[in-house]
T-cell receptor
Framework: DAGVIQSPRHEVTEMGQEVTLRCKLISGHNSLFWYRQTMMRGLELLIYFNNNVPIDDSGMPEDRFSAKMPNASFSTLKIQPSEPRDSAVYFC???????????FGEGSRLTVL | GQNIDQPTEMTATEGAIVQINCTYQTSGFNGLFWYQQHAGEAPTFLSYNVLDGLEEKGRFSSFLSRSKGYSYLLLKELQMKDSASYLCAVILTGGGNKLTFGTGTQLKVEL
């Protein structure tokens, strides 16, 4: 079975541009998590969904960030407009709600110049 | 609020045993995970503890004491490939299945 699939793997963009990160969950999983990882702050939870419904978005830094889950297998994280401080690795992870164990994608490394 | 503490870095010798500690202070606790993350890669699951005691899985073991807010990951017969970051993460009561991670312990295994 394919794992969690993220795209793009790497993105370099200029400040002010819109960035869209994509994630495909493992088939059958019903929870989806977006994390951001930096050297300074480690892995921070941005938002998570259960059964396509956003449950906790308290980690979303500000209104520039938005996440959607249009169907049970796919999610997007959008940053508009992007800023240099958004530079990080963004991980998507999925799980079965009752298990707690997260399966991470390979991450999207974002650099905002 | 919640606080999860791990040492930032550790160094150990190939073939030896190393213990990586994690302490947590949370307003509710429902389980603790350990993940391994090699440089440039995604975190991968190592262990899960919800009850007090030791869980053993091959060369890796994880211990939990809920009353002390303390866990450790024990790695035996260290190999060079064990050089990685080890992340402690907790699930909080009422937090659904949301994991909150510590900042990780960077382990370097030397010859």
């Amino acid at each position: 079975d394919a794992g969690v699939i993220q795209s793009p793997r790497h993105e370099v963009t200029e400040m002010g541009q819109e960035v869209t990160l994509r994630c495909k969950l493992i088939s059958g999983h019903n929870s989806l998590f977006w994390y951001r990882q930096t050297m300074m702050r480690g892995l921070e939870l941005l938002i998570y969904f259960n059964n396509n419904v956003p449950i906790d978005d308290s980690g979303m830094p500000e209104d520039r960030f938005s996440a959607k889950m249009p169907n049970a297998s796919f999610s997007t994280l959008k940053i508009q407009p992007s800023e240099p401080r958004d530079s990080a690795v963004y991980f998507c992870a999925s799980s079965l709600r009752q298990s707690g164990e997260l399966f991470f994608g390979e991450g999207s490394r974002l650099t905002v110049l | 609020g919640q606080n999860i503490d791990q040492p930032t870095e550790m160094t150990a010798t190939e073939g030896a045993i190393v213990q990586i500690n994690c302490t947590y202070q949370t307003s509710g606790f429902n389980g603790l995970f350990w993940y391994q993350q090699h440089a440039g890669e995604a975190p991968t699951f190592l262990s899960y503890n919800v009850l007090d005691g030791l869980e053993e899985k091959g060369r890796f073991s994880s211990f939990l004491s809920r009353s002390k807010g303390y866990s450790y990951l024990l790695l035996k017969e260290l190999q060079m490939k064990d050089s990685a970051s080890y992340l402690c993460a907790v699930i909080l009561t009422g937090g659904g299945n949301k994991l909150t991670f510590g900042t990780g312990t960077q382990l370097k295994v030397e010859l």
